[in-house]
């Protein structure tokens, strides 16, 4: 955790979300008109203390320590004059937490400082996320806060790889593709979040409310979200729901970034507000004309899938009683195969038919004429090894087969080599002696009782 840490875009990727999540932050105060100017403070104020981290190469120097306790005392300066008499608490304390964040980028040259700052601006991100004032247009800056967390991470990983694979000889082969390779790995783990999200059901704090009101400004009326019209940090919402903190200055039909996707309506509601960034203006009212297009779109086609949704619901209905008995045959077909591919794995049936060829053939002697009886005892024999797994291939001959089964079964070498050599002979010869088949008996026997033990 304390390797050094040099790569400039690991700096880079801390930079960006560190950035961003101050500007979540102070995208809850976009009404008072001061967002440019607080944004372009905390960036520059960022870059120039990151900048004296890196340029210490991995190691603390005394210069970055005396870079960090000036931006300390800058920070409680800060806070006693500007954060605690505009915001109070716990605004304050989340600038103050960005203060030691800023002063802590001085002396930040190693993987456990790099994670330590991506800490801390989770903090602040969740602070941002979960503040009342909070609606789906901080998704603006969110995606792109996440974005830079998974590059930052995956950019010092394959640095540290490649200088391992340096060190070894080996770097020279692979350091001119760590950009390459850093964007496509950023790229699928941003996929696969993005696919596992969109899998995964998420609850909504509408579903998660409960009988004495919902926290953290937000009222339950009616099964429906309600929200308040009130200023200020915190306060009784307009409605006068239990818990109703008010969404200040965001004017009416705004929906929480908890309540779901909101309409068009609502998009250019958010637009129109006071203190949006022009861009953010221009996407969101963009978004609202391309979501209106889709809906006259599909709305057609949303009409047709559900008609064709009654109709299946309504044969659904009707058929119910025959649905149920094949379901109940189709299940039971399921069933008897798996049984069947269960006895077949456990080799059921070849077990049964060694027994029933020991009592006809060991027992009672039922092997027809003399020819006939020594194919008979000879694939009697065969079987029994199959039930020990050793089959005979049917490319193997006899003989093949024979030293199978003697590398197996060492104490069965003569009578299984007695057995062969009398099939052999009735199959090749044409002909099989009375006494020959009485001997394949008697030998067939003691193969059956030898494996048995």
Partial sequence: MNTPLR???AYL????AQALALVCNAFLDIQYGGFAVEVLLWTVAIALTLRVGWRQGGEVTEAGKRWMRRMLFSGALLTALIFIPMWGFPRAGLYLLAMLMVSYNCVTTTRRHLHLGLLISLIMVMFAATHFRADWTLLFYLVPYVAAVVFTLVAEQINRKADELREQSLGHQVVGAQGAAIAAATAVILALGLLLYALTPQATW???SWRFGQPAGFSMGD?????GNGGGESGAGADGGAGGGGTAGYGPGRESLRSGWPSPGDMRAAAVRKGMPEWQRDVINGMADLTEGLESAMKPVRQRIGELWDALKAWLKTNRDRIAQT??????LVLLYALYRLMREARVATWLRTRFDYVRLALLGMHGSD????????????RLFKLQNIERD?????REFLAEINSFYR?????TGEITRHFEDARYGGRASAIQVARMRDLYRQVFQGIAQ
């Fill in 7 to 9: 790569y400039l875009p």
């Fill in 13 to 16: 990727g801390l930079f960006a």
């Fill in 206 to 208: 509408v579903s998660m």
């Fill in 223 to 227: 099964g429906k979200l309600q929200t």
């Fill in 327 to 332: 379901l109940s045959a189709l299940g039971l």
């Fill in 371 to 382: 020819a006939e009886g020594a194919r008979t005892y000879y694939e009697a024999m065969v």
């Fill in 394 to 398: 049917g490319h193997e001959n006899t």
């Fill in 411 to 415: 104490d069965l070498r003569q009578e």
